[in-house]
């Protein structure tokens, strides 16, 4: 077998080598081989890093690769992108593309479907290309914020180092234990009280029921009263009052003569003052009205 010499043979383990290494690439890609497939063109302005090999996905399922960037070094206008997409994917008109970033830095494609679809894309159509701001650019837009909060947050900690440094803290640290104590005392001699409470509340509540009972017996013996026949004889009290009341202020009653007539009230006056000169006269000069003699009267 002298075709099969030594140089055949390195020449022939070359070229595997060359196809494994191309099927390799390709695999590693994304490229597929294999299997038939689609080539649509998606116009950026801007990829962003998109690079050849990027994965393109619908609704969340990988459908096709990037395989080729075009720029146009002249012109520096649009950018496409060369997509090979799987045979069975049916591109409906209106379809864009979504470029997006992961925190990690992956690009990768996000192909976005109208929501009514009127027809179908040809093969090698165009299709629009946008840019989304990612998790990225949302944090790149938050650092203005942070930014403002650095210098309170600064104060914040500031102000809690100043107030841990206060030798009270420690101080009440180290009461904590007395306190804790204190509020179990306070806890047992509430379940002291309580228990005694407990104790107390039948004998309570017996006497409190025979309050109840004796307030009944005294509402049963004032609804037993004759209210009538006590109404009539206040009543009757009152009449006689008024009618005594009015013989006081008669002309016709004696009272009521010595309480208006001035004349008598002046009689009465004046023999009170002659009763009244006489005991003085007898009191000073008694022998005027008295004579007593043992022998008698001559």
Known sequence: MK????????????????????????????????????????KFTDISGL?????????????????????DFEKASDILAVVQMDDRMNMPEGTSAMLESDMLGNIKINL???????????????????????????????????E????????????????????????SLHHIDQVTGDLTTTTRQLNTMMAQLNHEVPGMMTKANTILDNTTELTDKINQLDFAATKAKVDATLDDVHQMTAALNSDQSSLGLLMKDPGLYNNLNATMM?????????????????HFSIFGRK
């Open 3 to 42: 075709f099969f010499r030594k140089e055949v043979q390195i020449a022939l383990v070359a070229i595997v080598g060359i196809i494994v290494l191309f099927f390799g690439l390709s695999y590693l890609k994304g490229l597929s081989l294999f299997s038939n497939s689609n080539t649509y063109y998606i």
């Open 51 to 71: 690079s050849a090999s990027s994965p393109v996905y619908a609704r969340g399922y990988r459908v096709g690769v990037v395989k080729n960037i075009i720029y």
């Open 112 to 146: 976005v479907f109208p929501e009514t679809i009127s027809g179908m894309m040809a093969k090698g159509d165009t299709i629009q290309g946008n840019v989304s701001s990612g998790a990225l650019a949302k944090a790149a837009e938050m650092i203005p914020a942070i």
């Open 148 to 171: 403002q909060l650095l210098p309170k947050i600064d104060s914040i900690l500031v102000s809690l180092n100043t107030l841990l440094a206060d030798p009270a803290i420690p101080n």
């Open 274 to 290: 002659s009763a009244d000169s006489l005991l003085m006269d007898l009191r000073y000069h008694p022998k005027r009205y008295v």
